[in-house]
């Protein structure tokens, strides 16, 4: 079936460096994707709407030039997190919804990056 | 921003017994659906009910959902100490034209399973 790819799953990075995470969708096309962060013991709050082609949409309290997020294609979204700090250190996860008629449109997660800032 | 609210918080219970966690939420919606989440790990996806759906079925798992009084349940059955994990309801809102469809997540429900 349809399968989000996250890369990497774990990366560790100095503070004040850049650190890039990839969302794939493999078997699908996906227009809008999305990001999410979720603290220790806390829910996952949206982040951003990666929208392919255009800026993504950020949801209130969310720093677009810290976290800059790209859809360059239909099958990527890349999220940058820039001059990271040890506050940053989170789980980012991604999702894109499957629009075609044939999945029903449903929306699948990748497996969730976690991010250290040291 | 987080429109559902789930109890309880946490849930300890001895393994063979039922657990039940609850999710109420407060948009309309198309679909809500049911995630866990063990400790350090990803989603999994448990299972979805749909608007104009009032009791699903899975393996151990049942899902209710009462959209006049916008809330879900999701019962386990026979628990097993495997169960433990952090479940979490989430919402995919109903679609209005120019918006982007996303799930809004609840806060989540720690279950410990004691063997």
């Known amino acids: 079936g349809a399968v989000v790819s996250q890369h990497p799953s774990r990366v560790i990075c100095k503070s004040g460096t850049s650190v890039k995470i990839e969302c794939r969708s493999l078997?699908?096309?996906?227009?809008?994707m999305f990001w999410y962060r979720q603290f220790p013991k806390q829910s996952l709050m949206l982040m951003a709407t990666s929208n392919e082609g255009s800026k993504a949409t950020y949801e209130q309290g969310v720093e677009k030039d810290k976290f800059l997020i790209n859809h360059a294609s239909l099958t990527l979204s890349t999220l940058t997190v820039t001059s990271a700090h040890p506050e940053d250190s989170s789980f980012y996860i991604c999702?894109?919804?499957?629009?075609?008629?044939?999945?029903?449109?449903?929306?699948?997660f990748g497996e969730g990056s976690w991010l250290t800032v040291v | 921003s987080q429109q559902g609210e789930e109890d309880p918080q946490a849930l300890s219970i001895q393994e063979g017994e039922n657990a039940t966690m609850n999710c109420s939420y407060k948009?309309?919606?198309?679909?809500l659906q049911w995630y866990r989440q063990n400790s350090g790990r990803g989603l999994v996806h448990l299972i979805l009910i749909r608007s104009n759906e009032r009791e699903k079925h899975s393996g151990r798992l049942r899902v209710t959902l009462d959209t006049s009084k916008k809330s879900s349940s999701l019962l386990i059955t026979a628990s097993r100490a495997a169960d433990t994990a952090s479940y979490f309801c989430?919402?995919?809102?109903?679609?209005?034209?120019?918006?982007?469809?996303?799930?809004?997540f609840g806060s989540g429900t720690q279950l410990t399973v004691l063997p």
């Open positions: 948009t309309s919606i198309n679909n």
């Open positions: 999702s894109a919804r499957d629009t075609s008629s044939f999945s029903g449109n449903t929306i699948y």
């Open positions: 989430a919402t995919d809102a109903e679609w209005w034209e120019g918006s982007a469809r996303q799930l809004t």
């Open positions: 078997d699908f096309q996906a227009t809008t």
